[in-house]
């Protein structure tokens, strides 16, 4: 059973460009949550979503970013204009289906390293 | 604010040495606590914890959940150079437009010398 994937694992942009991240959960799970974790600094949530619907995106800057999870395929994570600051490990996370808190586990991808030149 | 905090953030040890690494919250509408550790790649999980006193146990790791306290403490006995890591704690929320997230707390580094 294939874990979370993630690609590409690391990306370099200059500033300006667009970075698209995707993120394939687990085989069963319909919950996806992308984390950011910044250099020296832990992992923050940005944003949680069912197949074709964003659930909670608090995390998420107003601007520049944006993320989906349709129907078909990966979930999609997009920063458009990237700067510097945007550079940082961008986690992506899957749950099964919610029955009761033993499925409250996230189980994390391996990561894009974003490198924004 | 909520707020999740970890310590110490750092702590080095000699290999089988026992260690307990403390995870404090303070959260409206907790729902469980997890703990996740960290090498140069993805956080792996170790423990969900959501009722008090009972201990979870993996090995030479276990775990246990205080809610009157609100805190947890992640115990590692006899400790391996392959234990170095970060060791990251998390609180899933139990309802409204913030369930679902983890929040994290910075993380503890532990570093098992030889």
């Known amino acids: 059973n294939a874990g979370v994937m993630q690609n590409p694992r690391h990306l370099v942009r200059r500033r300006g460009q667009e970075a698209r991240l995707r993120c394939s959960p687990m085989?069963?799970?319909?919950?996806v949550y992308w984390y950011r974790q910044l250099p020296e600094e832990g992992l923050k949530f940005m944003v949680y979503?069912?197949?074709?619907?964003?659930?909670?995106e608090s995390g998420m800057p107003k601007e520049r970013f944006s993320a989906e999870f349709p129907k078909e395929g990966p979930s999609i994570l997009r920063i458009q204009q990237v700067v510097r600051g945007d550079s940082a490990a961008y986690f992506c996370a899957s749950s099964p289906p919610r029955r009761g808190a033993y499925t409250d586990t996230q189980y994390f991808g391996p990561g894009t390293r974003l490198t924004v030149l | 604010e909520d707020k999740v905090v970890q310590s110490p953030l750092s702590l080095v040890v000699h290999e089988g040495d026992t260690v307990t690494l403390n995870c404090s919250y303070e959260v409206t509408n907790f729902r469980s606590l997890l703990w996740y550790k960290q090498e140069k790649k993805a956080p792996t999980f170790l423990f969900m914890l959501?009722?008090?006193?009972i201990e979870k146990k993996s090995g030479r790791l276990s775990s246990i959940l205080d809610k009157k306290e609100l805190f947890s403490i992640l115990n590692i006995t006899a400790t391996q150079t392959g234990d170095s890591a970060v060791y990251l704690c998390?609180?899933?929320?139990?309802?409204?437009?913030?369930?679902?997230?983890?929040?994290f707390g910075q993380g503890t580094i532990l570093t098992v010398h030889p």
């Open positions: 085989k069963g799970h319909s919950h």
């Open positions: 998390a609180v899933v929320y139990a309802g409204g437009t913030s369930y679902g997230k983890l929040t």
């Open positions: 959501t009722s008090s006193g």
């Open positions: 979503l069912q197949k074709e619907n964003i659930i909670d």
